[in-house]
């Protein structure tokens, strides 16, 4: 499937929300999206692919040199089709070129999220018991530590 990863904006909040509400059971409100692009420590871009349907985004959120990976979920439909990949990869570049580490929640039952951001370097640093309150679930905290590059002789 071919795609392309564009910023988020005021446009593509009710697609945002729609994906919101297909993807968690607290779905964030089109005012809290649309919030958030007047949030300068935040950045949200959108997986659309040609024909213009938005298929996934995601969201993170940057304090000085730390990053934190709060969002990313791609409609049912278009998964293992490489967006969640993409998104993620976006943000790791990102990382690896401005910050020290990046981090993120996800739940402890999500084994195909898991499985990506172990591929993308991440490792389980902890775990937050009872993080997501309504369903009773555990989340596995991750971090992908970025090292400086070694000075050159």
């Not at 934190?68 to 049912?76: E, L």
């Not at 990949?85 to 999500?110: C, K, M, P, Q």
């Not at 499985?115 to 971090?143: C, P, S, W």
Request: charged residues 25%; contains cysteine; aromatic residues 10%.
């Amino acid at each position: 499937m071919n795609f392309k990863l564009v910023p988020m904006d005021r446009s593509n909040v009710a697609d945002v929300e729609a994906i919101e509400r297909e993807c968690f059971a607290q779905p964030w409100s089109a005012d809290m999206l649309a919030q958030e692009l007047y949030n300068d420590s935040a950045s949200y871009i959108l997986a659309v692919a040609e024909d213009g349907t938005a298929l996934g985004y995601a969201g993170l959120t940057v304090v000085l040199d730390e990053g934190s990976i709060d969002k990313v979920a791609v409609k049912g439909k278009y998964r293992r089709m490489g967006v969640a990949d993409a998104l993620v990869d976006a943000f790791v570049r990102f990382g690896r070129a401005h910050l020290a580490f990046l981090t993120l929640e996800v739940r402890a039952s999500n084994q195909a999220a898991i499985a990506l951001y172990l591929k993308h370097g991440f490792t389980q640093v902890g775990r937050r018991k009872n993080y997501y309150a309504a369903e009773h679930e555990d989340a596995i905290l991750m971090t992908l530590e970025f090292r400086p590059e070694e000075p050159r002789a």
